[in-house]
């Protein structure tokens, strides 16, 4: 399995004219995974080599808008090159809880529609994850009828980590960070690969 990774933004808080903020694109097997979505991550993407029509998982550190304001923009931009399809998997979005409510109502209010399918998974944060006063409790945002559904991931207490996803080859799990806001790290980690023997050679080894 080969992976790379591109930086479509290292900037902090903003973008500048040579520096986007916070965006990395890890590319696997034809397709991309976008970590955070700061603004300017659009142009970032044109000026790559990266194809924004190949992102099929999006994972959001935080809610600060450095690492999301650009993903709205992006989502619309995906659905401009895409053509309705039913049978097309969805674009999976993970990030912390509010994320579902924040693209729903920056779509809503914009009168966007998207022509593909989208799911946002939420991480449920515990309280130590930000300064108590800082601690905002978005659980309880009303999952309206017809918005984007998703599941809600609870801390796995044993693994002190959340498990999103595992194929064949991999495991993408998420893990608490302490920062003004509830923040995760996101850590892809390759399975056990068994090696192969030339069994006939080993016997002529004795």
């Not at 529609?113 to 800082?134: A, G, I, K, S």
């Not at 809600?152 to 495991?171: C, T």
């Amino acid at each position: 399995m080969s992976m790379d990774i591109t930086f479509l933004g290292t900037g902090s808080a903003y973008p500048s004219p040579t520096r986007g903020a916070s965006a990395i694109v890890l590319r696997r097997e034809g397709e991309c995974w976008l970590f955070d979505c700061g603004e300017g991550t659009q142009t970032q993407l044109m000026r790559s080599h990266l194809r924004a029509g190949r992102i099929t998982k999006i994972f959001i550190t935080h809610l600060h808008g450095d690492h999301i304001f650009g993903l709205p923009g992006l989502l619309c931009t995906l659905s401009l090159q895409s053509s309705p399809d039913p049978t097309k998997p969805p674009v999976e979005i993970y990030g912390p809880v509010g994320l579902r409510s924040f693209i729903q109502r920056s779509l809503e209010l914009s009168h966007s529609q998207l022509l593909f399918p989208y799911l946002v998974h939420e991480l449920l944060p515990t309280r130590d994850q930000c300064p108590p006063e800082e601690f905002k409790d978005f659980s309880c945002l009303d999952r309206a009828e017809g918005s984007p559904q998703g599941r809600r991931l609870q801390l796995d207490a044993g693994e002190d980590s959340y498990l999103l996803v595992e194929d064949e080859q991999l495991v993408v799990k998420a893990f608490r960070l302490f920062h003004r806001v509830p923040s995760f790290g996101f850590v892809v980690e390759e399975k056990p690969r068994p090696g192969k023997l030339n069994v006939q050679k080993l016997k002529d080894f004795g």
